[in-house]
């Protein structure tokens, strides 16, 4: 069993719609969790961290934690055409250590 | 957020020399940095860990003669593909890690394309 699970879609939705991405994970190291976004031939971009379970509100963006069930979500309100990109989610035991990271989910938003 | 540079974004070069990547962190100091390569339509794949000051930590499957990684100072770090071929081709990516009180995570350089003809 890998690490982090991440199904990786496409998953395609209409401009405006709220999307849910997802992730699990098995290592119970784990202590930060992050939500990466890469456009096509760009390096991942940091969207959200977080630390502890419960939620975590930027923006348009909502990231949440739930450390008894291992899983890890993502939300975007009113997506945009310009969210279109590959999301990444990752672990992370300690800072020297790398992260590890789900396969990533490809998003199109349709205008 | 923290800003980590690479350079040179782009090489072409031919089969049998040697690229030099480089990786900076340009307002923070990184310890710890991180080489990745990525192949189209495929996730990232950790290449090793640098930590300043010490030799590099590679991946199993990593030829760390290969890929030469030098991490020495706080805002550098280098990677050199040696005798580069061909399937070397590929997406190069640092990252950086980024501690403070309150967070502690790595943030990603914009990448390097390489092509080996």
């Known amino acids: 069993q890998k690490e982090v699970e991440q199904d990786p879609g496409p998953l395609s939705v209409p401009e405006g719609a709220i999307v849910s991405l997802n992730c699990t994970y098995s290592?119970?190291?784990?202590?930060?969790f992050m939500w990466y976004r890469q456009y096509s031939r760009k390096g991942p971009e940091l969207l959200m961290y977080?630390?502890?379970?419960g939620n975590k509100e930027d923006g348009r963006f909502t990231a949440q934690v739930d450390k008894s069930s291992k899983y890890i979500s993502l939300f975007i309100r009113d997506s945009q055409p310009s969210d279109s990109a590959t999301y990444l989610c990752a672990g992370l035991r300690s800072g020297n250590t790398p992260l590890v990271f789900g396969k990533g989910t490809r998003l199109s938003v349709i205008a | 957020g923290a800003v980590v540079s690479q350079h040179p974004s782009r090489v072409i070069c031919k089969s049998g020399t040697s690229v030099k990547i480089e990786c900076r962190s340009l307002d923070f100091q990184a310890t710890t940095m991180f080489w990745y390569r990525q192949f189209p339509k495929q996730s990232l794949m950790l290449m090793a860990t640098s930590n300043e000051g010490s030799k590099a930590t590679y991946e199993q499957g990593v030829e760390k003669d290969k890929f030469l990684i030098n991490h020495a100072s706080l805002t550098l770090s280098t990677l050199t593909v040696t005798s580069a071929h061909p399937e070397d081709s590929s997406f190069y990516i640092c990252s950086a890690r980024a501690p403070s009180e309150s967070t502690d995570t790595q943030y990603f350089g914009p990448g390097t394309r390489l092509t080996v003809l």
């Open positions: 290592n119970s190291a784990f202590q930060y």
């Open positions: 977080t630390y502890s379970s």
